[in-house]
């Protein structure tokens, strides 16, 4: 991607981060993404909600010992009020803070990259949108495989109509980390309904496979019928999920999401068919998009290869056959929220091609979660999604 367009003849968007300390996985990614294009510089920190951890990240990180903050609500209001204070906050914490931290940001007119889920609770996420809506501030949503390339190909397929009528969408997250009871931070709070949330599985992963179909189909849900198991003694929340989904204008779709399947790494995958032709794209193999127009040979087009308009450009970096992925993914999510950053700063609009989730896309997220929920303790009755 290119530096063109930034204010200020290139300068770096000021950022900061809440929680995402030294022992935190998806701060460092957040990190790097950020960097990736070099559009924001790190300059503050509420990096953990223990004190101690809280100064010892942000040294390790090079922050001015006076941008380390011990709590988020200390750290929104003296940034606030700084003449070089952040302008964008990275809220990478567990769930269940979502809701307070990006509150306190939105309100001082701070920008807001926020972590997925957007919260823990369906009414949090109902008042974060008020939040947002309220604030002059941009919300932007990391769900970070809309930012591959050929996802972007599929979406921009399917919205010229080379699908035709959009029929059927089958959508799978499978992964086998959580298969056995484990003893490490990110399985001790992603199994805590009080921190995920009520959803396990369908929250922590469910929530991409959902959001990936609906951005590359375009189609609104409407209701779902999920049968949810814990299948780990003693888990209190869901670790596989089944679920059928009703599309308005009448397109059905199916998700399976299960993170005790041995073998499964990060098998995201999406298929998706209409009256003219299907496509298949997998996370793991993400250069790659297979298109079958009905009646004719399998088709491969692949990133920056011929056919790939829409994953070329702004969106890849590397001539076809060098591969890109999970941190490019994630970097086009932060370049395009800086692309947004920088128009909403000088009183315009960002360049048509920027796309990036919304707040409303996380309550949508939300509301899918709480929908499954909701039908699994009904026998995997039908249900209306709220939201």
């Known amino acids: ?22 022992d935190a996985f998806i701060g460092a990614v957040h990190r790097i993404a950020s960097r990736i294009d070099d559009r924001f510089e790190l300059v503050a920190g509420a990096l953990s909600s223990t004190p101690e951890r809280a100064q010892a990240s942000g040294k390790a990180l090079g922050l001015a010992e006076d941008r380390v903050y011990d709590d988020f609500k200390a750290m929104a209001i003296r940034e606030a009020r700084l003449k070089n204070g952040i302008e964008a906050v990275s ?7 979502h809701y307070t931290a990006a509150r306190e940001f939105l309100k001082r007119g701070i ?3 926020c972590d997925k889920p957007l919260t823990s609770t369906l009414a949090d996420a109902k008042k974060l949108v008020k939040a947002a809506e309220s604030s002059d501030a941009l919300f932007v949503l990391t769900h970070n495989y809309t930012g591959y390339p050929m996802v972007r190909q599929a979406r921009e397929m399917v919205a010229n109509g080379d699908l035709g009528t959009i029929r059927v969408v089958q959508v799978e997250y499978a992964q086998d980390w959580l298969t056995e009871q484990i003893e490490i931070k990110q399985a001790e709070w992603r199994t805590d309904p009080a921190r995920s949330g009520a959803g396990g599985s369908t929250g922590d992963i469910g929530t991409h496979a959902y959001n990936l179909a609906s951005f590359v189909s375009g189609l609104e849900l409407e209701s779902l019928a999920a049968d949810l198991q814990a299948f780990v003694p003693g888990r209190q929340v869901d670790d596989n999920g089944h679920v059928l989904m009703r599309f308005k204008g009448g397109a059905r779709g199916m998700l399976w999401c299960s993170q005790v399947a041995p073998g499964n790494e990060n098998a995201l995958r999406l298929r998706v068919y209409g009256d003219k032709g299907g496509l ?5 193999n993400p250069n790659y998009l297979w298109v079958t127009p009905f009646g004719e040979p399998k088709r491969l087009i692949t990133r920056n290869g011929a056919g790939s308009d829409a994953a070329a450009g702004r969106v890849s970096r590397v001539p076809p056959g060098h591969p890109e992925g999970y941190l490019e993914g994630f970097a086009n999510i932060y370049t395009e929220a800086a692309e947004a950053i920088v128009a909403h700063q000088s009183g315009g609009k960002p360049d048509g091609a920027v796309i990036y989730p919304t707040v409303q896309d996380g309550l949508k997220g939300v509301a899918f979660v709480d929908a499954c929920v909701r039908s699994s303790a009904r026998d995997a009755a039908w249900v209306k999604v709220d939201g």
Do not use: A, K
């Open 111 to 113: 920008h807001v990259i």
């Open 1 to 22: 991607m290119s530096n063109e367009g930034q204010s200020d003849q290139g300068r770096r968007i000021r950022l900061g981060m809440v929680g995402g300390g030294n």
């Open 91 to 97: 809220i990478v914490t567990p769930n269940h803070v």
């Open 280 to 284: 298949e794209w997998e996370q793991e």
